[in-house]
């Protein structure tokens, strides 16, 4: 090829000239790409395009040489919703290289493979024969409307594969409300189907259930959109989803949809261990590729229409109406007591001109338990006078005779009394400021503590023999119970409700229901909680909690201005008064609520320790109030009494963590709980007059020989004894069960341990008081009858069980039940309401049974 002058000087100039070589390169490519292109022209497969109808099988042949194309005309209409399915089977074994199948519609295209791969846990492969889809159905706005769609049939191997193809109209594709529609789904079928909102409906429950257990389910619910994610690879990329065994549920709401219609996609899973089932075995063989397709399932699907607000206000309104009740009935009381109170007074008040000596009252110095004469007993001008002029109060020990004195010899020891006072007094500033307080500087004794050998370990104690501390010391010891619950309450609730947030915040987002579990077919959402009901019924704890600390704050104030002007009553008779641990109780009662408030916005297995933690607060601060009604010098202080607390918890979380299943954990737990519970039995049997040291196993030996052997005397306490045994033979049989049974729910056994504890020592309280001649009044009474027939039908409803996240979330909603309280409540709420009142009812059993010891002088009242 030769190439002219004018050719080659114009392209110099523009300074893109080319030899002659290198054009001729450039002919030799071109040539080639056309050679190519006419080649691949000849080996294009040959394309055939059908008319196919519906409802129609076609038994055709595909080859890497051949391509079908099939058309379909299909008539949509905007009043009445079809589905079209799309049914496939690969007749030919031992397929080297699959067909592929491609749904071309106006907008949207669907395309899959047969056989169709699926894949399991650990990238186990499950291939599919048999696939059936259903096509995406794009909204139209015309009255009636044609569509075409072309589904292309290809594969790339060159023998001939045999397939069988059916399209079908599914005339059940629009779901009606409170209408039952069966079908039958699989690994490679799955189904969905339509819903649309009616006019008024702003809230509807969809409800999927199966006769089968498994194999294991997916429920989606989706929005109206191309293409579906109806496979189990790709089902949780949209919308809402949980799995399911026989029961599965979800709360829909019509604003999370602009259509007002939505998508429910049912899928069956490859395997079942998300159901908590059994994984399968790899399969190997081609007959087994084959087999581990058979996994089909019939469901029943049900849309119905969920409460509106009228329920909504209903369940509120009579959430509040119980415990407002609450206050009502305690305003109503305490009128009535007032009331008897001033009448009482008005009988027996004296004349405003008469003598402290005639009277019998004497004005004692506040802060002052009584003087304490050479016989050790603690004696009150009143309580004589009292004991002298009726003989109704018969408070002994064992039939003892209660102590008389007649009236003149009264006033001689009036007397006496207010000069041993006046001498006491000199030298002690009765404006010393309470920070200033130290409580080994004001006992009550200047040899207390070598005196605390002798007084603790006598046959029997009288309460005065243990309530020698100064008042202002024990005030502010036991006042530390409450500003410490109060902080941690502080510091807990805090990261609590932050965590709660986040999980609700991501259930939203993500539409996962398996991070929560609920009782789904009572589940009513509220905002952005999922379920409000569940929240609402814990309302109980905070308000009767908030409600005992108003009350326990009337008692204090009542109290105090008792000691301003000087009652002896409140000076020297019954109980200590040292409220600081009733503060507290009341505390843990409405962080209960708070935490349990926080644990149901979303329940599971890492945040159950929520719902626990102050649960154990309230069983160890019982315990600790009725141990201290005895025995206020020696009561354990608030930082022993949390750190023990804090190291319940600690296992609480470790048993929840490492527990199941696990041998060395239980063993190690029981070990530790038989050494706790002897160590507490000595310390309770000796009043705290031991030594943990290195002598001990020989003070034991010793102590066995001599009272065992030698003389075989029986125990110089035997009340005492009689309870330690029997709190040793519950808490060693608790530790033997679980190491032998091992209980999945850890935290709940651990609750259970204080329990029995605190329901123990409270009996052997109950029989101890009437066993010792003093009495039950009448409201105490009426409250333990009543707190034990709630606390029965509390427990009731809390053996329920709708839910449990000691299983998986589709095994949990097998336990899954309707309301039955007013459409919104269900028995857990219920649980919620009663055990509320129960506590509530417990609390003030503990702040009342010792009232009958009001006007009894303190070494009149035994210790047990």
Known sequence: MVLSSSWKSRHKRRGCWVGPGLAALLWFCVCTQFICAVRAVGETPNVVQKDAEFDVTYNDTVTSENQTIYAFNHTISRNKTEGVRVTVDVLSQNLKSPILFVVRQQQAVLSFQVPLILRGLYQRKYPYNHVGRTLCQPPTRAISETQHFFIDVSTLSSQGTNYQLRVSRVESFTLQTDKKFSFTASP?????????????????????????????????????????????????????????????????????????????????????????????????????????????????????????????????????????????????????????????????????????????????????????????????????????????????????????????????????????????????????????????????????????????????????????????????????????IATIAVFYALPVIQLVITYQTVVNVTGNQDICYYNFLCAHPLGALSAFNNILSNLGYVMLGLLFLLIVLKRDIVHNRAMVRNDVSALECGIPKHFGLFYAMGTALMMEGLLSACYHVCPNYTNFQFDTSFMYMIAGLCMLKLYQKRHPDINASAYTAYACLAAVIFFSVLGVVFGKGNTVFWIIFSVIHILATMLLSTQLYYMGRWRLDAGVLRRIVYIIYTDCIRQCSGPMYIDRMVLLVMGNIVNWSLAAYGLIERPNDFASYLLAIAICNLLLYFAFYIIMKLRSGERIKCLPLVCILFTAVVWGFALYFFFQGLSTWQKTPAESREHNRDCILLMFFDDHDIWHFLSSIAMFGSFLVLLTMDDDLDNVQRDKIYVF
């Open 188 to 484: 490679s079928q799955p189904q969905y189907f339509k819903y649309i909102f009616p006019e008024g409906v702003d809230t509807v429950i969809v409800k999927v259930n199966s006769d089968k257990t498994f194999p294991c389910s997916v429920m989606s619910i989706q929005d109206i959109q191309c293409p579906v994610f109806d496979l189990d690879n790709n089902v949780a990329f949209l919308g809402m989803y949980q799995t399911m065994t026989k029961k599965g549920a979800i709360t829909v709401q019509k604003k999370d949809f602009p259509s007002n219609s939505f998508y429910v996609v049912l899928v069956v899973k490859t395997e079942d261990e998300a159901c908590g089932g059994p994984l399968l075995y790899y399969p190997l063989r081609p007959d087994e590729l084959i087999n581990a397709g058979n996994r089909s399932k019939i469901l029943d699907v049900m849309v119905s229409q969920a409460i509106n607000l009228e329920v909504y206000v209903m369940g509120m309104l009579f959430c509040m109406g119980i415990f407002l009740s609450f206050y009502l009935l305690t305003l109503l009381v305490a009128c009535v007591e007032n009331k008897r109170m001033n009448k009482k007074r008005e009988v027996f008040e004296s004349p405003a001109d008469t003598s402290p000596a005639e009277t019998g009252q004497t004005p004692a110095l506040p802060y002052e338990y009584g003087s304490f004469l050479d016989n050790g007993s603690t004696l009150s001008s009143e309580a004589i006078t009292d004991s002298a002029t009726s003989t109704d109060n018969n408070y002994g020990y064992m039939g003892q005779e209660p102590f008389k004195r007649r009236p003149f010899l009264n006033h001689l020891h009036h007397i006496a009394i207010r000069i041993e006072r006046s001498l006491e007094s000199v030298g002690r500033s009765r404006q010393e400021s309470l920070s200033s307080v130290e409580e080994d500087d004001y006992d009550t004794l200047d040899d207390i503590n070598s005196d605390k050998n002798i007084v603790r370990t006598k046959k029997f104690l009288c309460v005065s023999d243990l309530a020698r501390k100064d008042k202002r010391v024990l005030s502010k010891k036991y006042q530390i119970y409450f500003w410490n």
